[in-house]
């Protein structure tokens, strides 16, 4: 089956630091990937969509400029959480919808500790 | 935006027993999902219902496309201990038919199973 990376896996920082996390489809490719946050014992909230080549689109509620998404390839977007605070300490969990498939690959998550 | 209400929010049984949990929303969807999540790990799909009144199943899993499209349930049989995880349904509406990759998910079920 299609495989999405996530990397890294986890990922400690202190507060007001910028953090980058990373989604790969490694065996197709995603025109549209998801970008998802997680709270413990939670469900999947979606916040973003992106497309490659273009803007993401943002979920109600969610910052833009703090959330930072870019999606320059058919291949790997990124998600980086600019000037994090404790609060956003979560499991990001990303998506991807193959090009000519309607079937969606999630990746294994990044789990973010903010101190 | 739009909720999906599952449940039972968590399940304690022992080895052996069926399971069955189920999902409502308010609003139609035209395919429903049901995933199993890990602990650390991102959701993996379990079966995949495109119909209304579709009844699919995936070894010991079978679950069904409500006819009104507003509702899901999933059944687990003969449980065993590596079924031990959370699981989440969640209601795909592809939009204009070009991303089928927007997902809302329900609260998710939290299953314990006791050897």
């Known amino acids: 089956g299609a495989v999405v990376s996530q990397h890294p896996s986890w990922v400690i920082c202190k507060s007001g630091t910028s953090v980058k996390i990373e989604c790969r489809s490694l065996?197709?490719?995603?025109?549209?990937m998801f970008w998802y946050r997680q709270f413990p014992k939670q469900s999947l909230m979606l916040m973003a969509t992106?497309?490659?080549?273009?803007?993401?689109?943002?979920e109600q509620g969610v910052e833009k400029d703090k959330f930072l998404i870019n999606h320059a390839s058919l291949t790997l977007s990124t998600l980086t959480v600019t000037s994090a605070h404790p609060e956003d300490s979560s499991f990001y969990i990303c998506?991807?919808?193959?090009?000519?498939?309607?079937?969606?690959?999630f990746g294994s998550g990044t789990q973010l500790s903010v101190l | 935006g739009q909720q999906l209400n599952q449940s039972p929010q968590s399940m304690f049984i022992q080895e052996g027993e069926d399971v069955s949990m189920n999902c409502t929303s308010s609003?139609?969807?035209?395919?429903w999902l049901w995933y199993k999540q890990d602990p650390g790990e991102g959701p993996v799909l379990l079966i995949a219902?495109?119909?209304?009144?579709e009844l699919t199943s995936n070894g010991r899993l079978t679950a069904q496309f409500g006819i009104t499209r507003k509702d899901s349930f999933l059944n687990i049989s003969a449980s065993i201990p590596s079924d031990v995880g959370i699981y989440f349904c969640?209601?795909?509406?592809?939009?204009?038919?070009?991303?089928?990759?927007?997902?809302?998910f329900g609260q998710g079920t939290i299953l314990t199973v006791h050897p």
């Open positions: 065996d197709f490719q995603a025109t549209t």
């Open positions: 992106s497309n490659e080549g273009s803007k993401a689109t943002y």
């Open positions: 969640a209601g795909q509406n592809p939009a204009g038919g070009t991303s089928y990759g927007k997902l809302t």
């Open positions: 998506s991807a919808e193959r090009v000519t498939n309607e079937k969606l690959f």
């Open positions: 609003s139609i969807f035209n395919t």
């Open positions: 219902l495109y119909k209304a009144g």
